[in-house]
């Protein structure tokens, strides 16, 4: 095992050798799988751009964090800096330790929790681009795939040359994304189908009980985070189909304003509450009241605040 670690550090140090001078491009590429990024682009799918696609897509995402973190824990395999620090050090412009913070590198390392992501969401985005047809621009469909395949190389790419995973984190990324994209493209449309049938008390239900058997499974940080996100979000889906009723039509100025908006809000409740909770006892706890509010922000809240100040429309 050593010997193949070995190996795989020479390809680090090989790819950084063969690339010069790029650590601020992979810094880049790999704040695109951070989860700042993505408190700012579900949102921006669901609020403004397509409402039944940002739901299926923030589900998916949620369901292959909480998969990462179960999975890091089962392996518990070193990152390059944990197995060999005085071979990758050197790599680092800045102290290991703000590296780690800047690179949410924090963790055990296999599988990359970036590359499964990246997989899993751009991957959904490329199989709903191939539907979209623009009687204009008959190629509109295609070649919206060029950069959902360009990041799902680039971003796991980005990971082995900050040396933050070793070459086997990010194949088993890509394995387990795949896995778990195909997966739900297959059993999605199931249970939609099945959910829709039963009552909105049945859906509010199902949507606590879930994510609360997976953090009770497995109660870390990761999965708590996951776990009460998908939570909030899956109460708020539930009430808007029942109540709300929120629809993302209208011209851009609108969508703009209201994802402006929404935004505000959400940051507000991420900074905010974490300087409130995070003095307080216990951690899990507070993290998972945190998270929850988040999502039903995200689903439920903001959507009632565009409605009342015209920024939005209710789906008939």
């Known amino acids: ?21 790029l650590v601020g491009v992979f810094e880049m590429l790999t704040s695109l799988g951070n989860e700042m990024f993505y408190l700012l682009f579900m949102p921006l799918v669901y609020w403004c751009l397509d409402r039944a696609t940002g739901a299926r897509l923030t589900v998916l995402f949620l369901i292959s964090a909480a998969a990462n973190a179960g999975t890091k824990a089962l392996f518990s395999q070193p990152r390059p800096f944990d197995y060999a620090p005085d071979r990758v050090g050197n790599l680092f412009a800045v102290p290991l330790a703000e590296a780690v913070e800047r690179y949410e590198a924090t963790g055990n390392g296999f599988p990359s929790g970036h590359t499964q992501n990246t997989v899993t969401i751009w991957g959904y985005l490329a199989t709903q681009a191939r539907r979209v047809r623009v009687p204009s621009f008959p190629a509109a469909g295609v070649l919206a795939l060029i950069p959902a395949a360009l990041l799902i190389l680039l971003i796991p790419l ?17 394995v387990i994304g795949a896995a778990l994209l ?10 939609t ?3 829709i049938g039963l009552g909105p008390r049945w859906q509010v239900g199902i949507a606590m009980a879930v994510p609360a058997m997976g953090m009770l499974i497995y109660p870390h940080e990761a999965t708590v985070t996951a776990g009460a996100t998908l939570m909030g979000m899956g109460v708020g889906f539930a009430l808007d189909r029942r109540w709300l009723h929120f629809e993302t039509a209208g011209p851009v100025w609108q969508r703009a304003l209201r994802y402006t908006l929404g935004v505000v809000g959400m940051l507000a409740l991420y900074a905010g509450l974490k300087a409130i909770f995070v003095p307080l006892t216990p951690v899990l706890f507070w993290r998972f009241i945190r998270y929850t509010l988040m999502g039903l922000w995200g689903s439920l809240g903001a959507p009632w605040v565009f409605i009342r100040a015209g920024l939005a429309t209710r789906r008939e």
Do not use: C, K, Q
């Not at 550090?9 to 050798?17: A, F, S, V």
């Open 1 to 21: 095992m050593t010997h193949l670690l070995d190996l795989e550090l020479d390809l680090i140090l090989g790819l950084r050798g063969m690339l010069p001078g």
């Open 158 to 174: 980005s990971r082995i040359y900050l040396a933050v995973h070793f070459p086997r984190d990010v194949v088993g990324g890509y």
């Open 182 to 191: 195909a997966l739900f493209l297959w059993l999605e449309p199931v249970a």
């Open 193 to 195: 189908a099945a959910l």
